[in-house]
């Protein structure tokens, strides 16, 4: 397994692959847990190569405290990519990936707007740009996303589209915990306390009621909420448990009920 720092040997690695073999991408922020591993897996299935990329990207953080409060796990990173059977990792640094040091970035005008854009201003500006530039990079067949991540799965499949980009976007189910809680890098920075706690959210949020119901019945559970709202037939959230900021969604059918 490669591990490539710097642009220059991430592209000649990437130029020296024949063009008979597919290439597929798994975006992360390092941190990686069962999730990231599904994607993984799904990533091996499907391509001649699977590659990753660790990348705590600065630019979607909205919050300096969260972003220094961001695990790093190398070490742990490495070893479940090589056991996984990943070809290459790319774990560049910020002026890498960041030339410009962002005065050039991928923006979208409504999406971004909503839910998780409303309480995070200038989060999927920077989701999108470093996005950009890792498909611009890996010049993946396919990239791979967690569905949990619902909001920022729509709009990197739109930005793909809009900009003619030649990869295929797939989204990949959410990994729950045996308490349904979805897993999340941020998890880890739950107390003991709180991720017992934090198994009420899913469970109220597939509670079969109206999105203003289901946020007056998360706060009753002690939860700081963002929002609740169903967006793209899904019922998405955000929610506050103890210092750490959750989202989670699930399926919505006709009527705003849950499969
Ligand atoms: O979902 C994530 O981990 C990040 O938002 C991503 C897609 C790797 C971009 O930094």
């Known amino acids: 397994m490669k591990i490539l720092n710097s642009i220059s040997a991430w592209q000649k690695w990437r130029n020296a692959i024949p063009?008979?073999?597919?290439?597929?991408?798994?975006?992360?922020?390092g941190a990686l847990h069962a999730g990231?591993?599904?994607l993984i897996r799904r990533c091996r299935q499907e391509n001649d190569i699977c590659t990753i990329s660790l990348f705590v990207n600065p630019t979607q953080f909205n919050d300096q405290e969260d972003l220094a409060n961001y695990p790093?796990?190398?070490e742990a990173d490495r070893k479940l990519c090589e056991d996984e059977?990943?070809?290459a990792i790319f774990f560049p640094d910020y002026n890498e990936l960041y030339p410009d040091d962002y005065r050039y970035r991928v923006s979208e005008s409504e999406v971004?707007?909503?839910?998780?854009?409303a309480h995070r201003p200038g989060h999927f500006d920077g989701v999108l740009s470093?996005?950009?530039k890792l498909l611009n990079l890996a010049r993946p067949d396919r990239a791979y996303f967690g569905e949990k991540d619902w909001q920022q799965l729509q709009l990197v499949k739109g930005m793909v589209e809009a900009f003619f980009m030649p990869v295929t976007i797939v989204g990949c189910p959410t990994v729950r915990d045996t308490d349904q809680l979805a897993?999340?890098?941020r998890n880890f920075r739950l107390s003991q306390v709180d991720r017992q706690k934090a198994a009420g959210f899913p469970r109220i949020l597939s509670t079969q009621a109206p999105a203003e119901q289901v946020a007056r019945l998360l706060e009753a559970d002690g939860f700081a909420v963002d929002y609740v709202q169903d967006f793209k037939g899904r019922r998405c959230a955000a929610i506050h448990c103890g210092e750490v900021r959750l989202i989670d969604n699930l399926p919505l059918y006709e009527k705003g009920e849950h499969i």
């Open 19 to 29: 063009p008979t073999q597919s290439v597929g991408l798994v975006p992360t922020m």
């Open 36 to 38: 990231h591993q599904s």
């Open 72 to 74: 790093n796990t190398f």
């Open 85 to 87: 059977g990943v070809d």
């Open 112 to 117: 971004s707007r909503l839910l998780c854009g």
């Open 130 to 132: 470093v996005v950009m």
């Open 183 to 185: 897993l999340s890098s």
